[in-house]
């Protein structure tokens, strides 16, 4: 019997692919066990790919579940199962590292943080921006608290022409919402990370669902289906904290702008400030005058940076292993994950009643 940790894999698609078994596989203390997809042949060619021949496959996660040998599953479906999937990985006892979203509304991801408290076992969420370097550098600069209060930010993900074609993006049924969810969770999640503020007191949104309706339109993934566009295509939020500091956030996946970026904070604070725009800029004041700083980030320097490449979703892999390994807490907490889906929901809450929602 092997010491090693065993993962389980349910949701063989694109971000398992692209993510999650990757780098499972270049860490030396796992083992990738078992592979779930209800598309089979997806979740027998992950095994084939990354698993020992001895790997299992499974068209139920159910019947998955029941294996006591694993340890530890990554939920990487549509975000209509994320919570019905943790909550039963949980009680089964397996840590859980789910995609994100966290969960298409706030219920289901209240349900998810239960599941966790009440069985003893760790849930995070895929939230791989924040194991970005400048996303650990400027984490280190608000945490010794450089910028003093930060009480304005953006968070920014604005794609001009970006929709994602495939898969059920385009599907409100299954994801829950367009932009807004899918990379819109990414930027605000990392602006309350950076402010470390997850009390939101009042919000106020605004969808839109006008680029999506046309035909043959330029896209990064070729042009998508307008019959199939059930999701909103930008979304904007007003949100105010309990402590009176404003965030404004912006998403898109189709709009006429040049001004873009994705999965990035702007920080307004009463020492500093700072921003991703062009590379990381760290600005203020300094004996009477302005300065605005860039940070090179290169090897060294960084939380966690041990001068060899490893990209966000490998050090967030890691990351999340040793947690387990050493019983220490994971670098995303399920409770953070919860705010930022309150967040999201209160915004497209919002966009529909006209009014603002008060949480």
Same mark, same amino acid.
């Given at each position: ?67 006591? #040998? ?37 219920? #289901? ?8 408290? @009440? ?12 194991? @970005? ?201 399920? #409770? ?24």
């Amino acid at each position: 019997m092997s010491n090693k940790v065993k993962v389980a894999i349910i949701g063989c698609g694109g971000i398992a692919n692209g993510k999650h078994m990757p780098s499972l596989r270049k860490l030396d203390q796992v083992e990738l066990v078992a592979f779930c997809d209800i598309e089979v042949h997806k979740a027998e060619k992950a095994a084939n790919d990354y698993g020992p021949q001895e790997a299992k496959v499974y068209e139920d996660y159910k019947s998955l579940l029941e294996d006591s #040998e694993i340890q530890v599953v990554h939920v990487c479906t549509p975000n209509h199962v994320h919570a019905d999937i943790t909550v039963a990985a949980l009680e089964a006892g397996k840590h859980v590292m789910c995609e994100k979203p966290m969960a298409k509304t706030s219920d #289901e991801a209240r349900r998810m943080v239960d599941a966790a408290n @009440r069985t003893g076992k760790k849930l995070t969420i895929g939230y791989n921006n924040r194991f @970005r370097q400048d996303s650990q550098y400027l984490h280190q600069v608000c945490e010794r608290g450089d910028l003093g209060e930060v009480y304005f930010a953006k968070a920014h993900a604005i794609r001009r022409r970006a929709v994602p074609t495939w898969g059920v993006f385009l599907d409100e049924e299954k994801q829950g919402g367009g932009p807004l969810i899918d990379i819109g969770t990414h930027a605000l999640d990392l602006t309350l990370w950076m402010m470390n503020n997850y009390k939101p007191k009042a919000v106020f949104g605004t969808t839109y669902h006008k680029l999506g309706k046309k035909k043959n339109a330029a896209n990064a993934w070729g042009s998508w289906d307008p019959e199939k566009f059930t999701v909103e295509d930008s979304a904007f939020g007003f949100i105010t904290m309990e402590n009176g500091a404003t965030i404004v956030l912006e998403s898109s996946w189709a709009l006429n702008t040049l001004d873009e970026d994705e999965a990035k904070c702007s920080l307004s604070g009463t020492e500093g400030g700072a921003d991703m725009k062009e590379g990381l800029r760290i600005n203020g004041e300094n004996f009477g005058k302005l300065y605005e700083t860039n940070v090179e980030l290169g090897a060294g320097g960084v939380a966690f940076y041990d001068g060899k490449t490893e990209s966000d979703a490998d050090l967030e892999a890691r990351l999340w292993i040793q947690s387990i390994v050493n019983d220490t807490e994971p670098v995303v907490k399920p #409770e953070e994950a919860f705010v930022v889906t309150q967040i999201l929901e209160a915004i497209y809450e919002s966009a529909k009643t006209g009014k603002a929602v008060y949480l």
